[in-house]
């Protein structure tokens, strides 16, 4: 059964410095990887898809990463602002039952301090 | 990327009462996801809503308590029925990128339920 870990689960930094988030995930057998952003009651927006055969994807200032073989990836945060405070998730797309479906790590809950 | 849109954004029931949400999406799309985050929790998919048949429900989740309905192919509703504080949660409705078949996942902003 795929299992979707995000560390740290809380991450409170400066404004303008850099830094990552993790995501591992326990199977590799997955067909995408996306990051998602969440503000507080709100809806995910969708950050970044990185697909199975794809090793990264770059927006702005973000750059995420894929190892499928060791079953991580990571999310590169340059120059943090005070506006990216937020929870911050990923989520694997992986076959169940004949489907695709997408299983959510538990997120990461970024506060980035002016 | 799709735009999605629910109704309510939140709502403040009683307990043993029903509300249903509603999700609009701005083009045609064969599949609706309906997923439930409880409070400090991540997202959990509650049921795949197909046009034209009956939705599919994942393990623990069940018709009666979430009846769910897909009128068309831009349209689909989640109905909480006989809620209790346990339902208290964020509903979100998502799809999928059709359009570019990449998989990429869209959300709603989602509809806050609490449950008194």
């Known amino acids: 059964k795929q299992e979707v870990t995000q560390i740290p689960a809380a991450l409170s930094v400066p404004e303008g410095e850099n830094l990552v988030l993790n995501c591992s995930f326990t199977?590799?057998?997955?067909?995408?990887l996306q990051w998602f952003r969440q503000d507080p009651g709100k809806g995910l927006t969708s950050l970044l898809l990185?697909?199975?055969?794809?090793r990264e994807q770059t927006s702005g200032r973000l750059n995420a990463s894929l190892d499928k073989s060791s079953g991580r990836s990571t999310l590169y945060i340059a120059a943090s602002q005070p506006g990216d405070s937020a929870t911050y998730l990923c989520?694997?797309?992986?076959?169940?039952?004949?489907?695709?479906?997408?299983?959510f790590g538990t997120g990461t809950r970024l506060k980035v301090l002016a | 990327s799709a735009v999605i849109s629910q109704k309510p954004s939140r709502d403040i029931c009683q307990r043993g009462t029903s509300l249903t949400i509603q999700c609009q999406v701005d083009?045609?799309?064969?599949?609706m996801f309906w997923y439930r985050q409880q409070p400090g929790q991540s997202l959990t998919l509650i049921a795949t809503?197909?046009?034209?048949?009956?939705?599919?429900?994942e393990s623990g989740f069940v018709i009666d308590k979430f009846p769910i309905s897909r009128p068309n192919l831009t349209f689909s509703t989640l109905t909480v029925s006989n809620m209790s504080p346990e339902d208290s949660s964020i509903y979100l409705c998502?799809?999928?990128?059709?359009?570019?078949?990449?998989?990429?996942?869209?959300f709603g902003e989602g509809s806050r339920l609490t449950v008194l």
């Open positions: 998502s799809v999928e990128d059709e359009g570019r078949n990449t998989g990429e996942l869209f």
């Open positions: 199977d590799s057998a997955i067909y995408n």
């Open positions: 990185i697909q199975s055969s794809q």
């Open positions: 989520a694997v797309s992986a076959a169940t039952s004949g489907t695709y479906k997408y299983i």
């Open positions: 083009s045609q799309v064969t599949m």
């Open positions: 809503a197909n046009q034209g048949s009956e939705a599919t429900y």
